[in-house]
C-alpha cells in the first residue's frame, strides 16, 4: 500500500512544485493548497515530500519479532505485570529471548510478574513459583511436574532417534 502510495506521491510532488498554483478558495480546497505549500518548502525535498505524503515503508516482522519488540518498548523498571500468554505467535527461539528479557527484567529492574502461560520455556525461568490451577485445589509445582511439559516431554522421548541422526 506504501508503495502504491509512492507512485502517486511521485506524480503529484513535480505537479504541485512546478504546476499551476492552487488557489484556496474554501475547505475543499485545503488538503491540496497544503500539499503545494510543502512541496514548495526549500527544507521539503522529493523524497521528504513522498515519506510524509505516503508514509515510510517499514521492516517486516513475523508475528512473534513484532510481540518481543512490543515487550522490550513497553516493560519498565519497577513494575508489576500481569501477562496472559505473552508467548503467543512466539517461535521456541523468540520464546527464549523472552525468557531472556524477563528474567532480567526481574533480577536488575525490579519488576514482578504474574504470568499466564503453557509454555516450557516460561514456566522454566529462574526463581517462578509455579501454581497449577488445573489441579483441584491448585497447588505450587515445578515445571516438570505439569501436564503440559510432560506431553512435550513424552512427545520428544518418543521421536529422539530423529534428534540422534543429526548429531
Excluded at 128 to 153: F, M, Q, R
Amino acid at each position: 500500500e506504501i508503495s502504491e502510495k509512492k507512485d502517486i506521491a511521485r506524480d503529484e510532488y513535480g505537479a504541485l512544485k512546478y504546476g499551476k498554483s492552487i488557489r484556496f478558495s474554501g475547505m475543499d480546497d485545503y488538503e491540496q493548497f497544503k500539499m503545494q505549500v510543502m512541496s514548495r518548502r526549500k527544507s521539503v525535498s522529493r523524497r521528504k515530500f513522498i515519506e510524509k505524503t505516503a508514509g515510510k515503508e517499514t521492516e517486516l516482522f513475523s508475528n512473534g519479532e513484532t510481540a518481543l519488540k512490543y515487550f522490550k518498548t513497553k516493560l519498565k523498571n519497577d513494575k508489576l505485570y500481569c501477562l496472559d500468554e505473552p508467548e503467543n505467535s512466539m517461535s521456541a527461539k523468540m520464546q527464549l529471548k523472552l525468557v531472556k528479557m524477563l528474567e532480567e527484567l526481574t533480577r536488575y529492574c525490579g519488576c514482578q510478574l504474574i504470568i499466564a502461560t503453557h509454555s516450557p520455556f516460561l514456566l522454566a525461568m529462574d526463581n517462578a513459583k509455579i501454581y497449577d490451577l488445573d489441579s483441584n485445589p491448585v497447588e505450587v509445582k515445578d515445571w516438570w511436574e505439569l501436564e503440559n511439559t510432560k506431553i512435550y516431554y513424552e512427545f520428544f522421548k518418543k521421536h529422539s532417534n530423529l534428534f540422534e541422526n543429526d548429531i
